[in-house]
C-alpha cells in the first residue's frame, strides 16, 4: 500500500466492521514475517468466521448461554490428540514466529472438534489458552464465560503431552544416492531396519538399485532413508 498511489486502508475501518481479533489475526495470518506479502481486503472476512466459529465451540448462538455439548468430563483420546497436537503445533510455530502456520493449527483445531456432539470442557478449556495470542479479546470473554474468575493473563501456557501429540505414522523421504526418488509411511516408531527395508520394498527404490551395490544406507528416524549404491 502506498499514500501516493491512494491505495491505503485505514485500520479503523477494518476493526468497526470486523473488530480487533479479526484484524490482529488476518496481519499475522498473511504470511511469514520476513516476506512481502499483498494486501487483501476480500481475504479478512475468512478470519472473521473463523472468530465466530471458535465463538459457537463454546456458546450457543441461540440462548447466549454456554454451550450444551460442553461436558466436565476427561475427554476422549481423539480430542485430546487433537488437543496436544495443537498446542505442540502453535508453541513452535510462536517461538519461529511463524504466526500465519499457527493461525492455520487454530483453523484445524476448529474443523476438528466443531462436527462433535460432546466436547470436554478438559480440551476446550487449554483451547483459549492458545486463541490468546492471536485473538485475546474472544479468548477473554470465552475464558470469562468458562467461569474463571481471574484474566486468562495470569494463567501459565498450556503444556502438551508428547504421548498424544506424535503422530501414530510419519511421512518419510526415501533417496538414493542422495536424490529424492520417492515417499512412504511408516509407523512414527519405526526402528532403522524397519526403515530401511520399507524403503528397499518401495517399487521406485527397488527398481533403480536392483542389479547395483548397496555401499551404505543412511537412516535419519522418522524423516528419510537414503540408499547409497553403484
Known sequence: MSKSLKNVVNP?????????????????????LDVAKPWNTR????????????????????TGETSPALTEDAGDEESLRI???????V???????????AIAALFDFVNAMTPKKVRSRSVLDP????VAPFAPHL??????????????AYERWPTYDEKYARDDDVEIALQVNGKLKSRVVVSADAD???????????EKVASIITGKTVRKVIVVKGRLVNIIAQ
Do not use: Q
Request: glycine letters at 6%; aromatic letters at 10%.
Open 127 to 130: 483451547f483459549v489458552l492458545v
Open 91 to 101: 508453541t513452535h510455530d510462536i517461538e519461529a514466529m511463524k504466526f500465519n502456520t
Open 139 to 152: 479468548a477473554e470473554e470465552l475464558w470469562s464465560r468458562l467461569g474463571h474468575g481471574e484474566s486468562l
Open 12 to 32: 479503523d475501518e477494518i476493526i468497526r466492521e470486523y473488530g480487533a481479533d479479526t484484524f490482529r489475526l488476518y496481519e499475522m495470518f498473511m504470511g511469514p
Open 192 to 202: 532403522d531396519a524397519t526403515m530401511e527395508a520399507a524403503a528397499r520394498e518401495d
Open 83 to 89: 488437543l496436544h497436537k495443537t498446542i505442540k503445533r
Open 43 to 62: 481475504d479478512v472476512p475468512g478470519l472473521h468466521k473463523l472468530c465466530r466459529r471458535i465463538w459457537r465451540l463454546y456458546v450457543d448462538e441461540a
